[in-house]
């Protein structure tokens, strides 16, 4: 039981190049999440899935874009990378619609030059 | 936005002591107040929960301590091992909201032998 799949695991970019931040659980569980993780500030929600076909807004969703898949892939997208963007960014899934997130993937490491 | 926040930034403790890290909210309608463990390259794990119809949950080494009339929460770790070694976030929102959680700036816990 793999539980919450992140993919790549490191990643640089240049200033304005784009990619897709891979998700994937295999626990059936409803809700899942994309937060990123700066040093001193914890943890902050970017965005939201509480069930498959609906996506919400967190603390910073400016400059990402997310796609819930289909029930098991929940997606993180930078049209056009920032230095600002640069962060540990972590996927998260819980299995109720309301339920707070339990089970966190291992994180990509994303640097913009 | 609500802060949630937590203190100190740095533990240092040695092996069978207690470890204290405390956090403060601002929000009264909160009533989801997690702790999360995460190891160095890993992502976070759901830790220990409280909500506040009780003022203490222990589960095996952790302990939760809730002062709702403070607006305060902590988190003890009796015998402190080694393996504690960790940095810990604690976290506050609404319950039946999911993707409403806010984090605290974490604590570096070292437990020296």
């Known amino acids: 039981n793999a539980g919450v799949t992140q993919t790549p695991k490191f990643q640089v970019l240049k200033t304005g190049q784009s990619m897709t931040l891979q998700c994937a659980q295999d626990?059936?569980?409803?809700?899942m999440y994309w937060y990123r993780q700066d040093p001193g500030m914890g943890l902050r929600l970017i965005y939201y899935s509480a069930s498959e076909g609906t996506t919400d807004k967190g603390e910073v969703p400016n400059g990402y874009n997310v796609s819930r898949l289909n029930k098991r892939e929940f997606s993180l997208r930078l049209e056009s990378a920032a230095p600002s963007q640069t962060s540990v960014y972590f996927c998260?899934?819980?299995?109720?619609?309301?339920?707070?997130?339990?089970?966190f993937g291992d994180g990509t490491r994303l640097s913009i030059l | 936005q609500q802060q949630v926040k937590q203190s100190p930034q740095s533990l240092i403790v040695q092996k069978g002591g207690i470890s204290i890290i405390n956090c403060a909210y601002e929000?009264?309608?909160?009533?989801?107040f997690p702790w999360y463990q995460q190891f160095p390259g890993k992502g976070p794990a759901l830790l220990i929960a409280i909500r506040p119809d009780v003022s203490e949950k222990k589960e095996g080494r952790f302990t939760i301590s809730f002062n709702k009339s403070a607006k305060q929460f902590s988190l003890h770790i009796m015998d402190s091992q080694p393996g504690d070694s960790a940095t810990y976030f604690c976290?506050?929102?609404?319950?039946?909201?999911?993707?409403?959680?806010?984090f605290g700036q974490g604590t570096e816990l070292s437990v020296k032998p």
């Open positions: 998260a899934s819980s299995p109720g619609q309301s339920n707070q997130p339990q089970h």
């Open positions: 976290a506050a929102g609404p319950y039946n909201q999911g993707g409403k959680l806010i």
């Open positions: 929000n009264t309608a909160f009533d989801y």
């Open positions: 626990m059936n569980h409803n809700s």
